[in-house]
């Protein structure tokens, strides 16, 4: 019996065509998206499988300035250390820093340079935390001794080819020779921990400068029991108060799991690239959902949609002794065939669509996903699942007619059947409305931060990496720039706006024990005419001032305040001039001068206290502000100028407005997913509501034939047809409105500067969804009106 439900099945796809090719189609488009989907959400779920990954955490600093809370996953360097040696319970420790505290490294090998992003310094312990797969070395010795790295395997065979590197050398920076001590095992695209070089910690010179205050080291641990987390997190109050004393209450350490280190990391400052948001996929569960239940909703309404044409199919197979049970088996059988169908194209479709979910979303999902275990068990859940919903309602439908109803032409319509697709292709475009609004906010958002005054001016600004020169090639690469004729003018920087300022606490006086945390930035140069800074008082740093003899010979250094900082001092710009605040980056440093307020730092967050400096530190970037002209031929002139001072160095540079625009870039991709995804999604409901015209326009088949006999036109029935769907969309659209507006608003509110919601966006939303829905249905409309009224009235 099954096997002839099967077989008339196959027969019935094969018999209406068109019919079989919408409903796969529109099922195989919802199937791609979702799959893909899941296959994302599968991976992100498969990060940081390393072995004793139940016993393995990361520090976390809680820091509360001046009433503002924030998390950090570096620590100060001395807190591994000093954990493992008085909990026992701690089994390893490694401490980690990424190179130049973010910045590219240089490697040299023979005559090859290479710029490396992902060199990251580590304790031996690492090895161990992370489980290293050393292909080549001793695991516990290979990173014990100075002066030694650890290559990954394809770093490896980049620098040496198929030879063995084991105890060759490597040149960092110019200046640093390293030993490779072991090659390990690429690090899998579901790791946090994202290193592609490993020197040994002991190399970078801050396994002998331990602090309490430089919390810049994330550091991981490996307890012998993961209950032992209480019992560690409980003393970490204690050490704190012991070493630092009474500063150290604005903050307080945690353990994070590394179970939780990848999802729940999105408000954590951390070195990684590879942060998740588990909020983000949740969201992505809700719209895989959401896209199948729209699939399964397009199947409903055309196959009941088609009622009509099968009620005499139904009506002879109840006259010769049919009953329900096996009609409801014959139409699942249908659904099942044509779901299998879909769920083959759709995951063809999906495994198309990898690079190009890729490209838009900036994410890295492979195809060994499509190997994970639940993948594979979801599918058989998935196609009974999507047989059993998209099945149901058309199948009951079907069954129910009695055998008069299924045998008389044009009876077998019921009230509540209609009032039940109508629902859902409401759903439908309420969903799509909800996903075009999202669209029209995003993109908004992202052009008010494009175009947003920050306060200084970052175009034709190019910042060149100094990372690999000292400080007379410094100076002599500095001169050959400043005399090109492209060339404005120039400052040699720690940092620019986004990247590579430091971190300090700014008091009040002594009494003001928590303070307000500010950014420095280590200056030599014409810092305000490169970024176009306002100067509201005062004047800019120098270079470093020879000494006051009322200061015991000591260096004197300047600073310069922006506006915040000074409010936060309760004092106005021409008050602070001369003053030595508690800033601790010197004891000899004053105030000469106050700049406007400008954004650092991207809109996600508000303006802080800022101060640029001159005090000793090393300068990493030289700032270049350069005249507008052939960009290729200035860039070319200052590559030219950059190797005639270090031939052997590379020309690392990125230029300040495209920096400021990776700041987004995330965001960005999300609002290209979006679009991507909403696009998918109208589409998916137009073939509803395509289906659902189609069987209005057959049901009204009689009516629509009078009409015309009493002197309708094709204009005016067009226009009656069509609106009912308006009338549908105009629900979907007012459904539709709160909840965009408290789903988008919770989205903008992750920036501190935002724009407004305006009620022209939802409008346009929903203009975009009527054209649409006219669109869709005006081919059923025009087709209905111009029928002959003969053909519909014969039978009368």
Same mark, same amino acid.
């Given at each position: 019996?099954?096997?002839? *439900?099967?077989?008339?099945?196959?027969?019935?796809?094969?018999?209406?065509?068109?019919?079989?090719?919408?409903?796969?189609?529109?099922?195989?488009?919802?199937?791609?998206?979702?799959?893909?989907?899941?296959?994302?959400?599968?991976?992100?779920?498969?990060?940081?499988?390393?072995?004793?990954?139940?016993?393995?955490?990361?520090?976390?600093?809680?820091?509360?300035?001046?009433?503002?809370?924030?998390?950090?996953?570096?620590?100060?360097?001395?807190?591994?250390?000093?954990?493992?040696?008085?909990?026992?319970?701690?089994?390893?420790?490694?401490?980690?820093?990424?190179?130049?505290?973010?910045?590219?490294?240089?490697?040299?090998?023979?005559?090859?340079?290479?710029?490396?992003?992902? @060199?990251?310094?580590?304790?031996?312990?690492?090895?161990?935390?992370?489980?290293?797969?050393?292909?080549?070395?001793?695991?516990?010795?290979?990173?014990?001794?100075?002066?030694?790295?650890?290559?990954?395997?394809?770093?490896?065979?980049?620098?040496? $080819?198929?030879?063995?590197?084991?105890?060759?050398?490597?040149?960092?920076?110019?200046?640093?020779?390293?030993?490779?001590?072991?090659?390990?095992?690429?690090?899998?695209?579901?790791? #946090?921990?994202?290193?592609?070089?490993?020197?040994? /910690?002991?190399?970078? $010179?801050?396994?002998?400068?331990?602090?309490?205050?430089?919390?810049?080291?994330?550091?991981?641990?490996? @307890?012998? +029991?993961?209950?032992?987390? %209480?019992?560690?997190?409980?003393?970490?109050?204690?050490?704190?108060?012991?070493?630092?004393?009474?500063?150290?209450?604005?903050?307080?350490?945690?353990?994070?799991?590394?179970? +939780?280190? *990848?999802?729940?990391?999105?408000?954590?400052?951390?070195?990684?690239?590879?942060?998740?948001?588990?909020?983000?996929?949740?969201?992505?569960?809700?719209?895989?959902?959401?896209?199948?239940?729209?699939?399964?909703?397009?199947?409903?309404?055309?196959?009941? =949609?088609?009622?009509?044409?099968?009620?005499?199919?139904?009506?002879?197979?109840?006259?010769? $002794?049919?009953?329900?049970?096996?009609?409801?088996?014959?139409?699942?059988?249908?659904?099942?065939?044509?779901?299998?169908?879909?769920?083959?194209?759709?995951?063809?479709?999906?495994?198309?669509?990898?690079?190009?979910?890729?490209?838009?979303?900036?994410?890295?999902?492979?195809?060994?996903?499509?190997?994970?275990?639940?993948?594979?068990?979801?599918?058989?859940?998935?196609?009974?699942?999507?047989?059993?919903?998209?099945?149901?309602?058309?199948?009951?439908?079907?069954?129910?007619?009695?055998?008069?109803?299924?045998?008389?032409?044009?009876?077998?319509?019921?009230?509540?059947?209609?009032?039940?697709?109508?629902?859902?292709?409401?759903?439908?475009?309420?969903?799509?409305?909800?996903?075009?609004?999202?669209?029209?906010?995003?993109?908004?958002?992202?052009?008010?931060?494009?175009?947003?005054?920050?306060?200084?001016?970052?175009?034709?600004?190019?910042?060149?990496?100094?990372?690999?020169?000292?400080?007379?090639?410094?100076?002599?690469?500095?001169?050959?720039?400043?005399?090109?004729?492209?060339?404005?003018?120039?400052?040699?920087?720690?940092?620019?706006?986004?990247?590579?300022?430091?971190?300090?606490?700014?008091?009040?006086?002594?009494?003001?024990?928590?303070?307000?945390?500010?950014? =420095?930035?280590?200056?030599?140069?014409?810092?305000?005419?490169?970024?176009?800074?306002?100067?509201?008082?005062?004047?800019?740093?120098?270079?470093?001032? +020879?000494?006051?003899? #009322?200061?015991?010979?000591?260096?004197? /250094?300047?600073?310069?305040?922006?506006?915040?900082?000074?409010?936060?001092?309760?004092?106005?710009?021409?008050?602070?001039?001369? %003053?030595?605040?508690?800033?601790?980056?010197?004891?000899?440093?004053?105030?000469?001068?106050?700049?406007?307020?400008?954004?650092?730092?991207?809109? *996600?967050?508000?303006?802080?206290?800022?101060?640029? #400096?001159?005090?000793?530190?090393?300068?990493?970037?030289?700032?270049?502000? /350069?005249?507008? $002209? +052939?960009?290729?031929? #200035?860039?070319?002139?200052?590559?030219?100028?950059?190797?005639?001072?270090?031939?052997?160095?590379?020309?690392?540079?990125?230029?300040?407005?495209?920096?400021?625009?990776?700041?987004?870039?995330?965001?960005?991709?999300?609002?290209?997913?979006? @679009?991507?995804?909403?696009?998918?999604?109208?589409?998916?409901?137009?073939?509803?509501?395509?289906?659902?015209?189609?069987?209005?326009?057959?049901?009204?088949? %009689?009516?629509?034939?009078?009409?015309?006999?009493?002197? =309708?036109?094709?204009?005016?029935?067009?226009?009656?047809?069509?609106?009912?769907?308006?009338?549908?969309?105009?629900?979907? /659209?007012?459904?539709?409105?709160?909840?965009?507006?408290?789903?988008?608003?919770?989205?903008?509110?992750?920036?501190?500067?935002?724009?407004?919601?305006?009620?022209?966006?939802?409008?346009?939303?929903?203009?975009?969804? !009527?054209?649409?829905?006219?669109?869709? !249905?005006?081919?059923?409309?025009?087709?209905?009106?111009?029928?002959?009224?003969?053909?519909?009235?014969?039978?009368?």
């Amino acid at each position: 019996m099954i096997r002839n *439900h099967f077989k008339t099945a196959w027969r019935n796809l094969l018999k209406n065509k068109l019919f079989s090719l919408l409903n796969i189609f529109g099922l195989a488009l919802g199937l791609a998206a979702a799959l893909l989907l899941s296959l994302f959400i599968i991976q992100e779920h498969s990060f940081d499988r390393f072995t004793n990954r139940e016993k393995i955490f990361r520090y976390i600093a809680h820091i509360t300035y001046n009433g503002t809370n924030m998390l950090w996953a570096g620590v100060p360097n001395a807190i591994g250390p000093t954990v493992k040696e008085n909990m026992p319970e701690v089994q390893r420790s490694a401490r980690t820093l990424l190179n130049g505290f973010g910045d590219n490294a240089s490697i040299r090998v023979g005559e090859d340079a290479f710029i490396e992003s992902r @060199l990251y310094w580590a304790d031996p312990d690492i090895v161990e935390i992370f489980d290293l797969n050393l292909l080549h070395g001793n695991r516990k010795t290979a990173l014990t001794e100075p002066n030694t790295i650890l290559l990954s395997e394809s770093k490896a065979k980049q620098y040496f $080819g198929n030879e063995n590197p084991l105890n060759k050398t490597v040149e960092l920076d110019r200046n640093t020779t390293l030993k490779v001590t072991g090659v390990y095992a690429d690090l899998p695209m579901t790791s #946090t921990f994202d290193a592609e070089l490993i020197g040994s /910690f002991s190399t970078s $010179g801050y396994s002998k400068n331990i602090t309490w205050d430089n919390a810049s080291f994330e550091t991981w641990i490996m @307890l012998r +029991d993961p209950d032992d987390r %209480k019992k560690v997190e409980s003393y970490l109050p204690k050490m704190i108060e012991d070493h630092v004393g009474s500063e150290g209450t604005y903050y307080t350490l945690s353990l994070q799991p590394l179970a +939780d280190v *990848h999802q729940y990391s999105t408000e954590i400052n951390t070195y990684s690239n590879r942060k998740g948001d588990a909020s983000q996929l949740l969201q992505l569960t809700y719209l895989a959902i959401a896209l199948l239940l729209m699939a399964a909703i397009n199947y409903m309404n055309l196959a009941t =949609a088609r009622a009509q044409q099968r009620s005499k199919e139904v009506g002879v197979s109840k006259t010769l $002794g049919a009953r329900r049970k096996g009609l409801l088996s014959k139409f699942y059988a249908e659904t099942a065939v044509l779901t299998f169908i879909a769920i083959g194209i759709g995951l063809a479709l999906a495994v198309m669509g990898i690079p190009i979910f890729n490209a838009l979303s900036g994410k890295t999902l492979t195809y060994d996903t499509l190997s994970h275990p639940i993948f594979w068990v979801g599918l058989p859940l998935l196609w009974l699942s999507l047989t059993l919903i998209s099945g149901l309602y058309p199948a009951l439908v079907l069954s129910s007619y009695t055998p008069l109803e299924a045998l008389q032409k044009g009876k077998v319509t019921r009230a509540g059947s209609i009032l039940f697709r109508r629902a859902l292709v409401v759903l439908q475009f309420s969903a799509s409305i909800v996903l075009i609004v999202g669209v029209v906010i995003m993109h908004r958002q992202m052009d008010f931060m494009s175009h947003r005054k920050l306060g200084y001016n970052p175009e034709n600004v190019l910042a060149i990496n100094l990372g690999s020169l000292n400080e007379q090639e410094r100076d002599a690469l500095r001169n050959r720039i400043g005399a090109l004729a492209p060339t404005r003018s120039t400052v040699v920087s720690q940092a620019f706006p986004g990247k590579g300022e430091s971190s300090h606490t700014l008091r009040k006086d002594d009494s003001d024990k928590q303070g307000a945390m500010f950014y =420095a930035n280590r200056v030599d140069g014409d810092i305000e005419e490169v970024l176009e800074l306002k100067l509201l008082a005062g004047r800019m740093v120098k270079e470093r001032v +020879d000494s006051d003899t #009322t200061q015991e010979g000591g260096w004197i /250094f300047e600073m310069v305040l922006n506006k915040h900082a000074v409010d936060y001092l309760g004092l106005i710009p021409e008050e602070v001039i001369g %003053k030595k605040p508690l800033a601790g980056i010197g004891d000899n440093t004053y105030v000469v001068g106050v700049v406007d307020n400008f954004n650092y730092a991207s809109l *996600h967050n508000p303006m802080g206290a800022y101060a640029f #400096t001159n005090t000793p530190q090393r300068l990493r970037y030289l700032l270049v502000r /350069f005249a507008t $002209g +052939d960009l290729r031929t #200035t860039l070319r002139q200052y590559e030219q100028a950059f190797k005639q001072v270090v031939p052997d160095a590379p020309f690392d540079y990125t230029f300040l407005d495209s920096h400021l625009e990776s700041l987004y870039l995330a965001d960005r991709q999300t609002a290209s997913v979006l @679009l991507a995804f909403s696009i998918l999604a109208v589409f998916v409901g137009c073939l509803g509501l395509f289906g659902l015209a189609a069987f209005t326009a057959e049901k009204r088949t %009689k009516e629509i034939g009078v009409r015309k006999v009493l002197g =309708a036109t094709v204009t005016s029935l067009v226009r009656l047809i069509s609106l009912d769907f308006v009338k549908l969309v105009v629900v979907a /659209f007012v459904i539709a409105c709160p909840l965009s507006y408290w789903g988008f608003s919770r989205w903008l509110d992750n920036f501190a500067y935002r724009i407004d919601i305006q009620w022209w966006m939802f409008a346009a939303a929903g203009l975009a969804a !009527v054209v649409i829905a006219l669109l869709t !249905v005006s081919f059923q409309a025009i087709k209905a009106a111009v029928a002959n009224p003969v053909e519909s009235l014969r039978d009368e």
